[in-house]
Structures are given as C-alpha cells and as structure tokens.
C-alpha cells in the first residue's frame, strides 16, 4: 500500500516534468540558430519600453525603431546630415524649411506616403512631452502640406540644429490612417516606411522584423533582422562566440582583452558621443570656489582612470564633446595632473588644511571604480572623499535637483553642440542638462546665439568660446570619451556603427 | 481535509494584504520619481508634473492605496504599466510561465540530485561517497548561481559548443539554467536528506525491519526514507518559493523573459504597478507552494492526516458544545 502510493507521487512528478519540457519547445520567431544566415541576429541591451516612437526616448527601442520608422533626414556614416524620407530641403528664412517629399515611399501596409503624414507626424509632437526640444521650436499651427509632397515647417525662432534633431526617432514619421485606427496597440504593432518590417514581439525575449521588399532605397542583403533582449553583458558576448547572436552591443570594456584573442569574433572599437565626468554641484557654497574645482581638476589622474577602470578603452577628455564631433574644440587639452598646482590652488581657495566632500555614483560597477580612484587620488592632495553609492533612480533624482556635492555621471550626445553642451547651458539647469547648475551670463548669451544661428561656422565660433569658458571654469572634470564595444561574428560582412551607436543592418550579410 | 484547505485559503486573505500594503509603502516612499524616469533626465519639469498629475501620482499615500486595493478586491485590476501602458496582470501572465518552468525544472533536478546523493551519503556515512557529496554540497552552497551560470556557459556554449548560451527557444535551451539552479539547491536537499535519514535509521523500527531479514535496499527505500521524507519535503517547498522569486539573476545570464526580470525592470524604473502586482504575485505563489506542501504532509506521514482529521473533529464538537 505504502509502496503504491509512492509509486504514484513518483509517477505525478515525472509526468509533470515531462508536461514541463514539452509545452517548452518549438522556439518561436525563426531565431538566429547556426546556419540560418540569411537571419541577422543583434543582442540589446533591453527590452524597448514601446515601439511607438512618439512614447519614448529609451535608446533600445531607438535601435529598433530606426529600422521600422525614417526620419525626413538622416545621418550618413560620417554623421552627416543626409535625405531620407525628404528628398531634398530649402531653407527660405531662418524659420521656413521647405521639405521635398520622396515620392513611391510605400508604408508597410502599402498607402503610399504624403506630405499629409509628414504634416500628422509633427502634429503628433505638439504636445510631446518625449520631445520637448523640438516642441518648443516648432511653430505647429503654421506648419502645412502645400501639396502632396511638399511640407512647409514653420519655427518659432531661428534654430541652427533642426535638422540634427529630425534625425531622432522621435521625429520618426508615421501613417496618419494606421497610427489613428490604432493608436493604443501601436507601440506593439507600428508601420513605418523603413527597411525592415515589424513582424512578431515578445517582451524581454526577442523581436523579428522581416525584409521590406518593397522599400524605396537599397533593399537589406538579410532577409530577418532578430533582436535579441539578452541583459548581461558576458552573455551576450559568449553568444556572439557560440554563434548564438552576430552581433552583440554595448560589451563591457573588461571583456575585450578575452574576446579579441577569439578568431571567431571581431572586436569593433568605434569612439562614441557620450562623456563621463565628475560633476560639481554649484547650489554648494564651497564649490562655488572656482579655484577650488580647478584644483581637483589638477588633482585627478585622468589617464590612469582610463588605463584602470576603463582597461584603456576611451580618450581622455577635456571637453562635453568628443574629438568627432564637429563642435569640438581641440585647442583645449585636457587638464594633466599635477599635484603641486592642485594644493596652491587649494591654497589660494582657503583650504589650506584640505576638506572634506561626498563623492555619489550610481550602482554601474565601472563608475564605483571610478569613484574609488578619484577619492585616492583627491586624498593625495588633501582632499578628504567620502564615498556614497544610490540607486539609480535615487542618484539620478538627488543629481538633478541638486542635493549632492560631487558625482560621476555620463552625457551622451547625438551630434548636436546645443544638446552637447546643455551640461554648461545656464538656462537648462537641472533635468534639462546642467546638472552642476552652473551659472554664467556670458555662456547663456553665447549658446542662446548659437542656437538661433543657421551659419555653422559663426556657431562653431560661439561653440568654441562656450567651450574655453567652461575649460577654465570647470564646472565638471571631464574623465573620458567612452568608445563604443561592439562584438560580431567574424563571418558577417558590411558591419558599421556611427559614434550614435546606431548601425545600418541594410548593408550587412553573410558569405 | 477540505475544511483545512479552505481555511488555510483564507488565512491567505490577511497575509496578501500586508503584502501589498508593504510593497506599496515601500515603492511609495522610495527615492526616485516614476514620471520622471519615464520621461528622461533631460525633460523640463513642466512635462513630469504634467506626467505625474496625469498619472494620478500626486495623490496622497492613503488615497492611492486606498484606490489601488479597491480596485484589485472589486474589479481584479491591478493597473497598467506607466511604462508601457499595458494591464499589469498581462505583463505578469505573460512571463509567469517561463518562470514557472525554470522554478519546476530546478526542483526536478535538485530532487533527483539532492536525494540520491542524500541517501547515498547517509547509507554510507564517512565513506568516499559521503565525503564526496559533503564536499559537493558545500561547493554547490557556497558558489554563487550568476557566477556558475557563466561559467557553465564559456564551458558548454563558447568552448565545447554543445548548449547554446541563452534565450528558450527549444528543449536545448532549457538544460543549463535548470541544471545550474538546480545543482545549486541540490546541495541543501541533499543534507537534509542525510541528516533526516541518518537519525531515522538509528531508531528502532529499522533495527526490527533489519532483523527480519528485509534486503537493505527496502529497508532503507520503504522504511526509512518516507519517514526521513518530511523535513526534505519543507525544504523542497521552500527551494520552489525561493526559486519562483529568485531565479532572477540566472534569468538575466540565460536572457530568460521571466518575472524576476519584469519586477527587477520595474524597480529600476520606479513601474510601482508592476512591481506591486509581480511581487503579490509572487507571495500568491509562494503561499500556494506552501500549501501544497501542507496537503502532501498528510499523504507522507499518516500521523500528520489523522491530526488535520482531529483538528476537524474537535472543532466540531466545541461547536456543539457552545
């Protein structure tokens, strides 16, 4: 009897586990399994918040986005302002823009784009809160379809990086007749005009696009375009070695030196448009003290933050932007230790007998290390760090009102000066950027002009004074330009990134 | 029986509360804004109040829980996503499963593993197989499962190519992750087992079943270890709860879409309703493995049903009484 009704709690065990392993097959969405090469699969770093593209600015569901969805302009692999959707654009003052629309553009449901839809997206960002810097720019009401593939977009004020701006996703431009008959299931289901369509989602797992074979430019070489969610940075690099994924993003800089010994992966190191930094908050009645800021400045050992935390991948910096931006100030080299200088600046600051301040990060592993450094090195020139570490959102909220003293952070930029250099902007203190609420009458005048300037080599003169100001003012020490870490397989062809981390999969294959 | 069920369902009720009140003042007095996050670091503050008003996030504490248990006791809605938009039990349910099969797998494999090595160890104490298996438990306790999970995946995925790395797109899928946590809470089944069996062994049933010549293999299989099964079977439920919860660090190496991962997601970006309805449940779960484990008592030990019995019986008859 005993013996039965073991024999019977064995039994329903087993036939569980087996009910278990079976409903779990049969993979869905083709996945890039080994041979399948006509799939190219990418690892993300996340799951897109939605695939609506007026919903979010989350980078992940960018990435996707900008295959489904195009923006009017795009950037070219120099990041060069290049047409996409408009075939070509006059500027007839400095707040009229007048956009050619590309004609026999089909959307993935097959109406054909007009200016119409252009005119509906932008209406769409009236109201955005997603995208506040094109919505206080844009004089909405003005804006009109002259003709079916003619848009007129009116500004309010001069603004020299629109079209910088109608590059973002944000921007993206959608079906008038789908996005309304569909607007609450749209971010799970959008249409756009882009390369690749939207074919199946399944959240924090996978999303499989399909080839648009009736796209208006050069068709994708690949046929299924897979992005994968795969959240650890080691997982997705083993993937790409074990074939798993082609192509894995954002790989973490201390697994570099382990992957480029592997012939079966290529390592791409592409410098990027993101900046680390330790921040001051000027709301502190001693870091006011300019004298004080430069003397940890002089105190910091950049290059060996670098060649530590960052295993050496990165350049030093000395500016918001990096060397590949076109608002990038070289003349500025970037502050080289010197102890001496940085204890009679100290000296002359009235902190003869050193200080004491509170260094805060987020919970990124890199950063801490980052942290651990500064605060030895500060220690060398008699200023006295305490380390605190918040969680993200903690940190990000105590950043941007203001409530630290020093902290380590990263701003990434997509290529326009204004947003580059918001960090210093006296008018967007707080969330809009400047997060050490630094003040000068002088820098707000100059990016003001700069904004509202269309003639790029008078703005790159304002950029440059913004910049020298901000040098010798230091309201943050700028640590490094981070460099990009892509891993792929070394059996896919036509790989390319730009410094916005963006990549064009049209032009990838396989042999 | 039944009567006991239903009122250990019941005695559920007062215990979920406390959880979602719990999890709720938590998330409400976390630092780090929900409209905020959603919008950006970069949105004015116009917009993220706008956001915050929109999203009914201005209300005072005791009116938002107020609405929040309103609205779960009479409609089963347990709100949407600020996120994404979505109905949060359709996000739960949507991950549930993977969980759920991750959590069953484990508790498979650690069942075979942890049992068999406990029997082993115990029917030869001190010996090489003893020693072996206390050495396996300690490894398998002390080794963080993120830790052997990578391992596990530069060995059989990158080196040996034999397992692919992660996702769950086939039964290939689905052999490192369950093995990795599985192992892992294998070791704490595997001594418990031992050390259960080795004191029931000791007792004098088993000397008597011995003198009647049984074979060892029923003395210790029949006799001993269903006797030996009880504090296994608590420990095995709570391997389950734990696991049902916890495999979140092995569902982020294995890019699993589990609900460790949605709740984790959901911290991070301060997504209140979800993290409020994943984490309930989550306790929903756990109290049902709880349950179970309560109910499989009863068919193990005999003493154990007669007592759920008598319980029954003398309430019965206080009620007469009365």
């Given at each position: 009897m005993k013996k039965k009704k073991m024999t019977v709690f064995m039994a329903v065990l087993s036939a569980a586990a087996i009910m278990l392993t079976a409903c779990g097959g049969g993979g869905k969405g083709g996945n890039g399994t080994k041979g399948a090469k006509d799939t190219l699969t990418v690892g993300l770093t996340a799951n897109p918040i939605t695939l609506d593209p007026y919903n979010t600015t989350d980078s992940p569901a960018s990435k996707v986005n900008k295959n489904i969805h195009e923006t009017l302009v795009k950037y070219d692999d120099e990041m060069n302002i290049v047409p996409c959707l408009a075939e070509s654009w006059e500027i007839t003052d400095d707040t009229t823009y007048i956009f050619k629309i590309r004609q026999g553009v089909k959307f993935h449901n097959s109406e054909e784009l007009t200016a119409k839809d252009v005119k509906f997206s932008f209406d769409m960002q009236k109201d955005n809160p997603h995208a506040e810097s094109v919505t206080g720019m844009v004089d909405f009401d003005n804006c009109k379809a002259v003709d079916d593939y003619t848009f007129e977009l009116k500004l309010k004020k001069p603004f020299g990086s629109i079209l910088q701006h109608l590059t973002q996703a944000v921007t993206s431009i959608v079906n008038e007749k789908t996005y309304t008959e569909n607007k609450e299931n749209y971010g799970s289901n959008p249409v756009g005009t882009g390369p690749f369509k939207f074919e199946e989602w399944k959240k924090d797992d996978f999303i499989n696009l399909a080839r648009n074979d009736e796209y208006w430019g050069d068709k994708a070489k690949v046929k299924q375009l897979v992005f994968r969610i795969i959240p650890e940075s080691s997982t997705r690099a083993i993937e790409v070695e074990s074939g798993g994924v082609d192509i894995a993003t954002k790989i973490a800089p201390t697994e570099v030196k382990r992957l480029e010994k592997n012939n079966k992966v290529v390592v791409d190191l592409t410098p990027s448009f993101s900046t680390q930094f330790v921040g001051f908050c000027l709301k502190n009645d001693k870091l006011q003290n300019v004298k004080l800021r430069q003397a940890i400045n002089y105190a910091i050992d950049k290059e060996a933050i670098l060649n530590v935390a960052y295993q050496g991948i990165g350049l030093v910096a000395s500016a918001p932007m990096s060397p590949g931006h076109w608002g990038y100030d070289d003349s500025l080299p970037p502050f080289t230790r010197d102890l001496e200088k940085s204890k009679k600046l100290l000296e002359e600051a009235g902190f003869k007998d050193g200080l004491s301040l509170t260094l805060t990060t987020d919970e990124d592993q890199v950063r801490r290390d980052v942290a651990e450094m500064v605060q030895a090195q500060l220690g060398e020139a008699g200023i006295e760090v305490k380390m605190q570490t918040l969680e993200r959102g903690a940190f990000i909220d105590a950043v941007i009102q203001g409530n630290l003293e020093l902290f380590i952070l990263g701003w990434s930029d997509f290529g326009t000066p204004d947003y580059g250099l918001a960090l210093v902007n006296p008018a967007l203190k707080g969330a809009g950027g400047n997060m050490a609420f630094y003040d000068n009458p002088e820098v707000e005048e100059l990016l003001t002009k700069a904004q509202a300037s269309t003639d790029d080599n008078e703005r790159m003169e304002l950029y440059k004074k913004v910049q020298e100001i901000s040098w010798e003012e230091s309201p943050y020490v700028f640590l490094q330009h981070d460099t990009e870490v892509t891993v792929y397989s070394s059996?896919?062809?036509?790989f390319n990134i730009k410094a916005d981390g963006d990549s064009d999969y049209t032009k990838m294959y396989f042999e | 029986m039944l009567k006991f069920i239903g009122k250990r369902l019941l005695m559920m009720i007062p215990v979920l509360l406390g959880v979602i009140i719990l999890v709720f003042t938590i998330m409400f007095y976390t630092p780090g804004d929900p409209a905020r996050i959603m919008l950006g670091a970069g949105a004015s503050e116009e917009a993220v109040q706008q956001l915050r008003e929109e999203k009914g996030l201005n209300r005072p504490y005791f009116v938002q829980l107020g609405d929040y248990i309103k609205n779960i006791v009479l409609h089963g809605d347990f709100g949407e996503s600020f996120q994404t938009g979505e109905p949060v039990l359709n996000e739960i349910l949507e991950r549930f499963p993977t969980t759920l099969k991750l959590a069953s797998l484990s508790v498979l494999v650690s069942l075979i593993v942890g049992l068999s090595m406990g029997i082993l160890s115990a029917t030869h104490q001190y010996s090489w197989i003893d020693k072996f298996a206390t050495a396996f438990a300690l490894l398998g306790v002390s080794m963080p499962s993120f830790w052997a999970g990578l391992m596990a995946t530069i060995l059989f995925s990158s080196i040996l190519g034999w397992l692919p790395a992660s996702g769950s797109y086939g039964w290939k899928y689905w052999i490192l992750p369950p093995l990795v946590l599985g192992l892992h809470s294998a070791a704490s089944i595997m001594r418990m087992t031992r050390s259960s069996l080795l004191e029931v062994i000791r007792q004098d049933y088993i000397r008597t079943a011995r003198a009647k010549g049984q074979s060892e293999r029923k003395v210790i299989v029949v006799h001993a270890l269903r006797n030996a099964l009880i504090p296994v079977v608590t420990v095995v439920g709570m391997q389950f709860g734990v696991l049902l919860g916890g495999s979140i660090l092995i569902e982020s190496v294995f890019a699993l879409p589990g609900l460790g991962r949605l709740i984790i997601g959901a911290i991070g970006k301060r997504d209140r309703m979800v993290v409020q309805g994943g984490v309930l449940f989550l306790a929903l779960s756990f109290s049902f493995v709880n349950l179970l484990v309560d109910i499989l008592y009863a068919y193990i030990d005999p003493r154990i049903m007669s007592q759920y019995k008598a319980l029954n019986k003398k309430k019965k008859k206080v009620s007469k009484n009365v």
């Open positions: 059996q896919l062809k036509g | -």
